[in-house]
Each structure stands twice: as C-alpha cells, then as structure tokens.
C-alpha cells in the first residue's frame, strides 16, 4: 500500500498571499442605495426624533422670508424673563452684559476720542475741534441749544407740574426740540439725515435665548429648557436710515474681550418671568426702507433721577444704571434690526451691525456707542463661538450748570460737539 504524501503546513516565504491580490473581476462598481436613508420617526419620543424635528425646524425657519421667519421664531410662547432696560436692580449693567454676551469699554472709539473720560461733577470733557463743519455752523447751533435750553425753563408758561412728571413735561419738550434742530441744522453736512425717518416715542421689542434652566416642578420637572428673554423699550426718539453705519472695530477685535459671567439665576437680579406674545420689532414695519439705525435719544424719568437716587444714598449707582439702560436698548435694537436682515440664533450674523444712544435727564448727557458682533446666544450656538458683542460709553457730562436771570450759566462746548459729531457719524 502506498505511503500517503504529507503537505507543508507552511507556505514559502516567496510566495505572496492571495488576499494582496487586487482581481479586476472581484472590484464592485459603486452603487448608488436603493432605498432611501433610515431616518428617525417624527412622531417618536427618542432623543434621536426630537433632533430631527429641531433640525427640520431649523432649515423651515432659514428656508422662510423674513416676516413668516419672525414669526416662526417668536411662535412659541412660553414664560420668559422681562428685562427692563431702566431698573432700580443694584449693579444691572454686568447682568446684562452676561445676558447680551457683551463686554465694556470705557470711553467711546477713536473716531469719538473724549481723553480720560472723567465724570462730569469732578471735569468736564476735553476740548476738541468738530471736523466736517464750519465754524459759523457750530456757532448757530450753540445759540440754538442756549435758547431751547431758555425756552423750557423761562419763556414757557407751564401748569403745575404732577408728581414724578417734571421729566416728561419740561425736559421732554427741549429733548424733542434739540433733536429735531441738530437733525435740521445738520442735513447739509450728512445727507443721511436729510433722507432718515425721526420717530418719537417708539416702541423696540427683542426676544431671544441664553442659557438653559431645570424645570423644578411639573410633568416636565428635571427637563432642561431654554432660558428665554424679553426686551419691550420705550425711547424718547430715535433716527433711522437707509445705509447702514460702518462698524467701528472688526469683528475679530472682540475675540479677547471679557464678558462677566453670572452664575446666578436672572430672578435674583431681581427679573421676573410672565408670558406673552413675543416681540421683535425696530419701530418700523420690515418694508421700510429707513431699515438700519443711527441714533436713540433717552429720558431718565423722575424715579430714577440722579436727585432722587442721592436722597436714598445710592448715587454710586447712577452711572450703572445709565450704563445699562444704553446696554439693554442698543441690544435690543440692533438685534431687531439684525433680525429685520434674515439673521437669527442659528444664522449668526455675517457683518457688525452699529448703533448709537444719547442718554439724559435735560442737564447731564451720556453717550453711547454699540457694535452687534453676535446673535449666537444659546447654548447650541455658543459653545465654540468667539464673538462677542461691544458697548462703548461715557460717564455723565454736564450741558450747563443753571438758568439765571435769562442767562444759561456755564454751557459745555464740549457736550454740543459730541452730539454734533454722533449725528455727522455716516458710511
């Protein structure tokens, strides 16, 4: 019988595998799927489902035009927290820097060089030269300004003023005069004015996201949901234009600026949450040509007058309160006015949008400037967001010290040149 042959159970060291060998006949043709992707179900309760939904709403909210995109992004209304941009809080302004994801800057940017910016009872602001006008110009708008200033406080025969309404009825009548006059007198020098819409007494409404809370009680207790907010100001008068005012620093500027971080929840400020229709609005309809901003003017009212709030001994907070009144508002409208151009929290905004505010109580002047870097202010969108928002301001500078014996005693050149120079601010 024969001896059976045994095989190697090792292969030759030269022999290459079979599976390095690329066979023409064994390459698959790229096919394109049958059958269209797995996606998960609308109508489940997975987290999967519920990511799908956001995302679907997302594209419906960019795909929209602008006025159904306003209204899908204020559709839903739930309780949201009120903040007002004149409050009696202590320290407002680094909670609404927190909530606005905004940082200050002292003084005003360079085109407005004001120097140190001192407060206006210890030094009045430095002197300098209005470029872009004349000098028989400036002297007719200081005369101008010396007799409003007169009109208001002696040619004008007035009742007996209401409590807490001195404000409304004698400084609010020389506010409206003094913008009026500076928009007319300067027409020739920025032809935006001359084409730009006044409104007086406005309303300026802004919603948006930030932060997230646990539901304490309910169905949906331990759900994590959206911290939402509400701005509803009410400003004395502001200028609209039709080009948009250029941005004062680049972006990318804003990248190192520190915003103060709150780690509180907003109802210790103390803020309060109700719930109504939400509002984004600019004080015109979307159509409006005059779409952009130019300058807000501001009136403190009695209650919040730096008088009153001495006599409770509390002036170290006149200046803060001012600070965030300028924040809350110039936020407010310039988010409104981003939104009015398609961009919203999931659509951050391609270019700076630039406005200004001119705060008062009829005697001292506060001036503000503010840059919108961002509306990426939600959780979703903020994680790895590097922009944030500017706010440039001045403390209080003093008009004029008093009206005596139908004199207006020592009027500030200095305070007229810088409102000149806000409203000859143009692309």
């Not at 999967?48 to 997302?58: H, P, T, V, Y």
């Not at 234009?241 to 990318?252: G, H, R």
């Not at 840059?371 to 939600?378: M, P, V």
Request: charged share 20%; hydrophobic share 35%; aromatic share 10%.
């Amino acid at each position: 019988m024969a001896a059976h042959a045994r095989l190697p159970l090792r292969f030759p060291k030269n022999l290459l595998l079979i599976r390095n060998h690329k066979l023409v006949h064994t390459d698959a043709a790229a096919k394109e799927p049958a059958y269209p992707p797995i996606v998960p179900s609308l109508t489940a309760k997975s987290k999967s489902a519920i990511l799908r939904k956001a995302q679907e709403q997302i594209q419906k909210i960019n795909a929209a035009p602008i006025q159904e995109k306003i209204g899908l992004i204020t559709r839903v209304q739930r309780e949201k927290f009120v903040v007002y941009p004149q409050t009696y809080a202590r320290n407002p302004d680094r909670w609404y820097q927190h909530f606005t994801k905004t940082a200050y800057i002292p003084g005003l940017p360079e085109k407005f060089s004001m120097g140190s910016g001192e407060a206006a009872e210890q030094e009045s602001p430095p002197t300098f030269a209005v470029p872009g006008i004349e000098n028989d110009a400036f002297a007719d708008i200081r005369s101008m300004v010396n007799r409003l200033i007169l009109q208001e406080h002696q040619m004008t025969k007035k009742r007996k003023l209401f409590l807490y309404r001195e404000q409304e009825l004698v400084m609010g009548p020389f506010l409206r005069n003094l913008v009026k006059g500076l928009t007319y007198s300067l027409g020739k020098y920025n032809p935006l004015l001359l084409l730009s819409s006044l409104d007086l007494s406005p309303s300026v409404h802004y919603y948006w996201r930030r932060g997230q809370r646990t539901i304490p009680k309910g169905h949906r207790k331990g759900h994590l949901e959206p911290s939402r907010f509400q701005i509803d100001d009410r400003p004395h008068s502001q200028i609209r234009i039709n080009k948009q005012l250029p941005q004062f620093t680049p972006m990318e500027a804003s990248y190192d600026a520190e915003v103060p971080e709150v780690k509180y929840a907003p109802n210790l400020m103390p803020l309060f949450r109700r719930q109504y229709i939400n509002h984004i609005f600019t004080g015109s309809k979307v159509s409006d040509p005059a779409c952009y901003g130019h300058t807000q003017f501001h009136l403190v009212p009695d209650r919040y007058h730096r008088n009153r709030i001495a006599r409770l001994k509390q002036s170290d907070q006149v200046e803060l309160f001012l600070r965030a009144n300028g924040l809350a508002s110039l936020f407010a409208w310039t988010g409104a006015q981003a939104t009015y151009q398609g961009f919203w929290n999931h659509h951050d905004v391609t270019r700076p949008f630039v406005s200004q505010a001119v705060i008062t109580d009829g005697q001292f002047f506060s001036f503000f400037c503010y840059q919108l870097n961002t509306l990426a202010l939600s959780v979703e969108t903020d994680a790895n967001n590097p922009r944030k928002n500017l706010l440039w301001g001045t403390e209080s500078f003093r008009l004029y010290e008093s009206v005596q014996d139908s004199q207006v005693v020592g009027l500030n050149d200095d305070v007229i040149k810088l409102l000149v120079q806000f409203l000859l601010n143009q692309p």
